[in-house]
Structures are given as structure tokens and as C-alpha cells.
């Protein structure tokens, strides 16, 4: 209930970017079909979302999660790896950075990871912050000669690979949400539906409603000179596999066509 009420004081303020951020509940639009290279795969995809102007607006206008932060973006804290193939992946980028194209610059999985816990129980490792309550050890200043932002993310990019190949799971994938489970279907027969879907303040779980900004329900965000869809293309893909984004994007270029019954409200502005 606090942050409900703290949200509502916020959008009450016109002075703040909270004020430019639509209410979490509007009507949307779906899509449901199956993965042509898998029969046993449902896709479940939010078309308000991957039609909608969202773009990332990292260091061009970005208001940041922690207040007073928004150089830091979304990564004022550490990133919680998925699972081992996750830790991996990031283990092999790190060791093409040097002290030259990362700031803050630490040897050894050791030293630029620590144990952490999600639920409050169980163990769970993440990136390492730069000090206690500091941003991502990986977040470059602005003046950082070699470029500021994720050091990852650089580094993707002067090798010629997309980010997706070097980030954490869970940086590239925002603001997608894809939750998968398997579903008994009234035949006995089981489907495993992957949904698709906006990673928005309730996506944080009730920490969400306390961020300071968030950009998936802002209007600063949705400026994109092209629908989610596309450019999130490489990232749909690694989700749900290269025969169902083709016939994902298929769905949403024809629905696009024709006109959306329930656009994304913050496309308005």
C-alpha cells in the first residue's frame, strides 16, 4: 500500500518524471500461436508492448531507478545471473576487457562477482557493485576515456557481436518479460507456453512500485523511430528461437497495418 500511495503523491507532482508515466493497467492486445518449428511450443506474445515506441534512452534523457542516480540508469545495482551457461557466457566477455576499456577493472570471477540472495533464503551470485550500495562494478563513468555505460555492452560492440553475447542474461532481456511454463491442456496433451510480455514496475516484484523511475510506463521512453518488435529483433530471437520470432514479427507487421485496437498509452504523447 505505501508505494501505491507514494506513486500516486509522485504523478501528482508535475516536476517529476514519475508524472510521465501511465497507470500499470490499460487494455492490451494478444497474440497466441505456435512455434512453426516446435508444435509442443505456444507463444503467448503482448502486442500493445512489442508494437509500442519503447526504446532505451540510456545516457539521452534516462531518469534512473535510484533517485539522484540517473547516470546509473538501471544499473544501480548488481545483475543476478540465470543460471551456470549465464555465468559463463559473461565469464569469457570479461577476459577480453582490459583496465583501458573498463573502468573499474577487477581480475578473477572472484573479485567482479559476489554471493548475493534473491528471495532472502537462498544463495544467489550477481555482478559486483563498485562500493556498498554502488552501481554495477561493469558501469563505465561518462567521461570514462574509453566510453561510458556498460563495459560489456562497449566491448560487444567493438568486436563486432551483439551486446546480448556478452551482457547477463538479465540486462539484455529487459524490458522483455518471457515467463515460460508447461500447460495440460484439456486433451492430456502438454504445451510449453512462452510468454512475451513488458517488464514493467510489477515485474520488480512490490520493491517495483518503490523505484525511483522506471521507463517501460514513460512517455520520455517511447520516442523509438521503429516498433519494439524490430528493434528488439536479436533479443526476441535468442528467446524464443529464429522460426518463431520470423513468425512473430509476421503477426505484428500485419497488425500494425491494419491499425492497433489497444495501443501502448504512452505511445500517445
Not at 517529476?16 to 497466441?32: A, K, M, Q, T
Not at 524490458?175 to 512462452?194: A, G, H
Not at 510489477?202 to 523511475?213: E, F, I, K, P
Request: negative net charge; hydrophobic residues 35%; glycine residues 8%.
Amino acid at each position: 500500500m505505501t508505494g501505491q500511495i507514494e506513486l500516486r503523491v509522485l504523478v501528482d507532482d508535475p516536476d517529476d518524471p514519475r508524472s510521465r508515466e501511465v497507470p500499470l493497467d490499460f487494455p492490451r492486445e494478444w497474440i497466441e500461436f505456435a512455434d512453426p518449428a516446435d508444435d509442443n511450443h505456444l507463444i503467448r506474445a503482448d502486442l500493445t508492448w512489442l508494437l509500442s515506441r519503447w526504446t532505451c534512452i540510456f545516457g539521452r534523457g534516462c531518469h534512473g531507478i535510484v533517485a539522484g542516480r540517473a547516470a546509473d540508469g538501471c544499473c544501480s545495482h548488481g545483475a543476478f545471473f540465470t543460471d551456470s551457461e549465464d555465468e559463463q557466457r559473461v565469464r569469457a566477455a570479461v577476459k577480453r576487457l582490459t583496465p583501458a576499456t573498463w573502468q573499474h577493472f577487477r581480475r578473477g570471477f572472484k573479485n567482479w562477482t559476489e554471493n548475493d540472495t534473491i528471495d532472502g533464503k537462498n544463495s544467489a551470485r550477481r555482478t559486483a557493485t563498485q562500493e556498498a550500495d554502488g552501481p554495477c562494478v561493469f558501469l563505465n563513468d561518462a567521461d570514462f576515456p574509453a566510453g561510458g555505460g556498460c563495459a560489456l555492452h562497449a566491448q560487444a560492440l567493438r568486436d563486432g557481436v551483439h551486446p546480448l553475447e556478452y551482457k547477463p542474461d538479465v540486462c539484455w532481456q529487459l524490458p522483455i518479460r518471457r515467463d515460460q511454463e508447461w500447460v495440460k491442456r484439456p486433451d492430456n496433451t502438454k504445451v510449453l507456453v512462452s510468454t512475451l510480455s513488458e517488464f514493467d514496475r510489477r515485474g520488480w516484484g512490490a520493491g517495483g512500485h518503490d523505484l525511483d523511475w522506471w521507463c517501460t510506463s514513460s512517455t520520455d521512453a517511447h520516442v523509438g523511430s521503429e516498433p519494439m518488435y524490430v528493434s528488439y529483433g536479436p533479443e526476441l530471437t535468442a528467446l524464443v528461437g529464429a522460426p518463431a520470432y520470423a513468425k512473430l514479427a509476421e503477426v505484428c507487421g500485419a497488425r500494425r497495418r491494419q491499425g492497433m485496437v489497444a495501443p501502448h498509452p504512452a505511445d500517445g504523447a
